[in-house]
């Protein structure tokens, strides 16, 4: 079944998604998870390589790990909206702190998910912050004119 077959589920397939997470496993798994509902996911295995699509690639909506070797996932965080203010990050924790779920949001995050994900849960959240990043969009292709 394809996402677009759920009325719920519309500005996520308008966005552009990226995983940012260094277990390899997971992001492989993800993004057959969001394939087979039609969904494409741009991945990436550290903060230095999100920042590099970043720059070549627009990206509406991250789903970013907390806890990855050399930058944080907070860290991470703070630059990709420090230059990059409209995209919405997802954070994933698999530390089952909900402690440092908020400090990311109080960091700009969007939102936040417990590792093991429930997919179900973090396809909601994206969709969600998949309607911010349009709206985002739409608010600053009128402030152009």
């Known amino acids: 079944m394809s996402i677009t077959d759920n009325p719920a589920c519309h500005a996520v397939t308008q966005v552009e998604l990226l995983l940012v997470d260094d277990e390899g496993p997971f992001r492989l798994d993800l993004q057959e998870r969001f394939g087979r509902m039609g969904l ?7 903060c230095r390589e999100a920042l590099s699509l970043l720059e070549k690639q627009a990206v509406d909506v991250i789903i970013m790990d907390m806890y990855m070797p050399e930058v944080d996932g907070i860290s991470c965080l703070r630059e990709v909206k420090q230059r990059w203010p409209d995209v919405e990050v997802i954070l994933l924790t698999g530390h089952a702190s909900v402690q440092s779920g908020i400090e990311g949001m109080e960091s700009g995050a969007f939102d936040y998910c417990l590792k093991p994900i ?22 600053n292709d009128h402030s152009t004119y």
């Open 40 to 46: 494409q996911l741009k991945a990436a295995s550290c």
């Open 118 to 139: 429930d997919v179900p849960d973090l396809l909601d959240k994206v969709e969600l912050a998949a309607q911010k990043a349009l709206i985002n969009k739409e608010k």
